[in-house]
């Protein structure tokens, strides 16, 4: 299947600082993607819908301003976590659709902030 | 609203038992219904897409089959390296393009030798 790859997969960081995340498809051009939040042991939240050459959609309570995302290639799409919280502590996790409607995930990255 | 329920939450079954997993859904409009396999501390990994009911793949040990309100996976004389947390998504029409999954809370299969 497509590869997708995220970068960091582990990151700590003090409350207050921002960290970004990077989502790559390395196999295949994707020109949405998403972005996925998900709790221990609960399933996979949509935050927001990455779209290259545009604004990014957000779901309902997500907050555009705290959570940044930019479409910069074909095959790039970040996510910053802006001034972030320890209630921000998640596993962050993307996907890219293929030409085929087939979505393939990243391995996620697991953010701890202190 | 759309939405996904699976059922049961957590699943232990003996190495060679065969058991099934349900996913119910309500959507306005099916564009697709998604399996994925997710071990802890990794992202899903794609199994099955399945479009119209009646519809059936297979993988191994697994096959996924769909109907117009619901869709099982079966585990056929499973493997303890079949344990996992198994996830089932719709993804309704919404115009064009490719779009998003709307996910259930999944279920924790356990295979114990």
């Known amino acids: 299947g497509a590869v997708v790859s995220q970068h960091p997969s582990r990151v700590i960081c003090k409350s207050g600082t921002s960290v970004k995340i990077e989502c790559r498809s390395l196999?295949?051009?994707?020109?949405?993607m998403f972005w996925y939040r998900q709790f221990p042991k609960k399933s996979l939240m949509l935050m927001a819908t990455s779209n290259e050459g545009s604004k990014a959609t957000y779901e309902q309570g997500v907050e555009k301003d705290k959570f940044l995302i930019n479409h910069a290639s074909l095959t790039l799409s970040t996510l910053t976590v802006t001034s972030a919280h320890p209630e921000d502590s998640s596993f962050y996790i993307c996907s890219a659709p293929t030409g085929s409607n087939e979505q393939f995930f990243g391995p996620g990255t697991r953010l701890t902030v202190l | 609203e759309d939405q996904v329920t699976q059922s049961p939450e957590a699943l232990r079954l003996q190495e060679g038992e065969s058991s099934s997993l349900n996913c119910s859904y309500t959507v306005s409009g099916l564009r697709g219904l998604f399996w994925y396999r997710q071990d802890p501390g990794k992202g899903p990994e794609f199994l099955f897409t399945?479009?119209?009911a009646g519809e059936e793949k297979e993988k191994e040990r697994l096959k996924a089959t769909l109907t117009k309100k619901e869709s099982f996976l079966h585990i056929t004389a499973p493997k303890p390296e079949d344990s996992a947390t198994y996830l089932c998504a719709v993804q309704p029409h919404e115009g064009g393009g490719y779009n998003k999954l709307i996910f259930g809370a999944g279920t924790r299969l356990a295979v114990h030798p």
């Open positions: 399945l479009y119209s």
């Open positions: 196999d295949f051009q994707a020109t949405t």
